[in-house]
């Protein structure tokens, strides 16, 4: 899958561009008491640095793993997250959270498109 979640540059709201750099992922029962897979970006703009952490319900992810036919896998749950962390910095959308909690109806809308991208890859 090509969908980049260790660094990668994306527009914000306005179109400057943001630099966002993967910092770890883990459980979140280690850290918050939570069933996710918590992702942790850092965000770099205009100097400014930010922390985002994006949770996916563990719950959720075995559902749609199964659905989509895909592991679960650190890489596969960090690309998750960076795809929904592109949508927050393009639409404003969740921007002032330092903790985002994705719903199952985004974690399967972000499973189908890097399904969709992992069938045109091996097509070609």
């Known amino acids: 899958?090509?969908?980049?979640?260790?660094?990668?540059t994306t527009p914000d709201?306005?179109?400057a561009p943001v630099q966002v750099e993967f910092r770890w992922i883990q459980n979140g029962i280690a850290i918050r008491?939570?069933?996710t897979v918590d992702v942790k970006f850092?965000?770099?703009s205009e100097g400014q640095r930010e922390e985002k952490?994006?949770?996916?319900?563990h719950p959720v992810l075995l559902r749609v793993s199964a659905e989509a036919g895909h592991p679960v896998t650190d890489p596969w749950c960090s690309r998750?997250?960076?795809?929904?962390?592109?949508?927050?910095?393009?639409?404003?959308d969740d921007l002032e959270k330092p903790l985002v909690t994705?719903?199952?109806q985004q974690i399967a809308r972000y499973a189908e498109?890097?399904?969709a991208e992992l069938t045109q890859a091996e097509l070609t």
Do not use: C, N
């Open 42 to 44: 850092e965000i770099v």
């Open 53 to 57: 952490i994006l949770a996916l319900p």
């Open 1 to 8: 899958m090509s969908v980049p979640f260790r660094y990668f």
């Open 33 to 35: 008491h939570a069933d």
């Open 80 to 92: 998750l997250a960076a795809l929904h962390l592109r949508y927050m910095m393009e639409t404003g």
């Open 113 to 115: 498109q890097l399904k």
């Open 102 to 104: 994705l719903t199952a």
């Open 13 to 15: 709201l306005f179109g």
